[in-house]
């Protein structure tokens, strides 16, 4: 059964951090990345990362946010620094198999506000 947990959201003030997991099981994952979804808007790509380590960001984070993988454990991380009103959304984490199905998180609330 495939599975991705999700974990590390909150309240913080502007400026504060937070670093959300995600843990995967029941897949060999070819990429994992992180979106997000405020209320109104679509969901958008916040950070993704290959097997290999290759990443990418969406502008409005890069600088601020940094995702990383632990292989060993199918685990993806997204630091957060730097938070902003604006980043406030549910954050949903998913993971791409080499044959190319993908799989989505239950998402975790991040709330930016002071």
């Known amino acids: 059964q495939v599975q991705l947990v999700e974990s590390g959201g909150g309240l913080v003030q502007p400026g504060g951090s937070l670093r959300l997991s995600c843990a995967a099981s029941?897949?060999?994952?070819?990429?994992m990345g992180w979106y997000r979804q405020a209320p109104g808007k679509q969901r958008e790509l916040v950070a993704g990362?290959?097997?290999?380590?290759?990443?990418n960001y969406a502008d409005s984070v890069k600088g601020r946010f940094t995702i990383s993988k632990d292989n060993a454990v199918n685990t993806a991380y997204l630091q957060m620094n730097s938070l902003k009103p604006e980043d406030t959304a549910v954050y949903y984490c998913?993971?791409?198999?080499?044959?190319?199905?993908?799989?989505w998180g239950q998402g975790t609330q991040v709330t930016v506000s002071s």
């Open positions: 990362i290959t097997s290999g380590g290759s990443t």
């Open positions: 029941g897949i060999i994952i070819k990429a």
């Open positions: 998913n993971a791409d198999t080499f044959g190319g199905r993908r799989y």
